[in-house]
């Protein structure tokens, strides 16, 4: 079984930063993808940024130039760090890890979702 923990999460006044993490614990052989979604209330969860084994990212638009993703391979860790944050930033901030292999199972690649960390921004 594969477990992501994100924590970082918090209140900021807009125009501050900060930096979520994500690790995933298990018996992971590789994992393809990871990347970090939000969900603000009533609305569907977008994708904010991904980082694809290979080195390759990228970000929604709304928040390219602020947010930078970072990942450490050895640690199975995401990092989100978000700075010049706005209200509309406000959201429940999910890390997804996709395409993960076990070595209990080598032939399946599976995803998986993390509990979620709130993030609000507001004066």
């Known amino acids: 079984q594969v477990h992501l923990v994100e924590s970082g999460g918090g209140l900021v006044q807009p125009g501050g930063s900060l930096r979520l993490s994500c690790e995933a614990s298990?018996?992971?052989?590789?994992?393809?993808?990871m990347a970090w979604y939000r969900q603000a209330p009533g609305k569907q969860r977008e994708l904010v940024a991904r980082?694809?084994?290979?080195?390759?990212?990228n970000y929604a638009d709304s928040v390219k130039g602020r947010f930078t993703i970072s990942r450490d391979n050895a640690k199975s860790t995401v990092y989100l760090q978000m700075n010049s944050l706005k209200p509309e930033d406000t959201a429940v901030y999910y890390c997804?890890?996709?395409?993960?292999?076990?070595?209990?199972?080598?032939?399946?690649?599976?995803?998986?979702w993390g509990q979620g960390t709130q993030v609000t921004v507001s004066s």
């Open positions: 298990g018996s992971i052989f590789s994992i393809n993808g």
């Open positions: 997804n890890a996709d395409g993960v292999r076990t070595y209990q199972l080598m032939g399946v690649l599976a995803d998986y």
């Open positions: 980082h694809h084994i290979s080195g390759s990212t």
